[in-house]
């Protein structure tokens, strides 16, 4: 079956970095496109960052954008979100997911059907 494990969360100060890795297994990694989220409690889940199958097109919520990116390693079955100029609204459980599809057409939590148990980042001096 599908198994995503997150890895890389922690506390940072703001203005720092993280890198969160997920290693896939179970399916066709490079068939479908894989997404970065975040949920704090009490609110929904929020997409942060959407790979394409090939990595040739992203997608970035507002709020991180120009400071997380996100990439993938087709041979090695990996998704990784590079985390820059943290800052405390960032503080959040991040979880990587699989897509139904290949594209970034769709990005919302809904059409993202296998999830990683997630991974805690704080971001707090």
């Known amino acids: 079956q599908v198994q995503l494990v997150e890895s890389g969360g922690g506390l940072a100060q703001p203005g720092g970095s993280l890198r969160l890795s997920c290693a896939a297994a179970?399916?066709?990694?490079?068939?479908?496109?894989m997404g970065w989220f975040r949920q704090t409690p009490g609110k929904e889940r929020e997409s942060v960052a959407v790979s394409s199958w090939n990595g040739g097109s992203t997608y970035y919520a507002d709020s991180v954008k120009g400071r997380f990116t996100i990439s993938r390693d087709n041979a090695k079955n990996t998704l990784t979100l590079q985390m820059n100029s943290l800052k405390p609204e960032d503080t959040a459980t991040y979880y990587c997911a699989k897509s139904t599809g290949s594209s970034t057409d769709f990005v919302g939590p809904r059409y993202f059907n296998s999830w990683g148990q997630g991974t805690q980042v704080a971001v707090s001096s």
């Open positions: 179970g399916f066709t990694f490079k068939d479908y496109a």
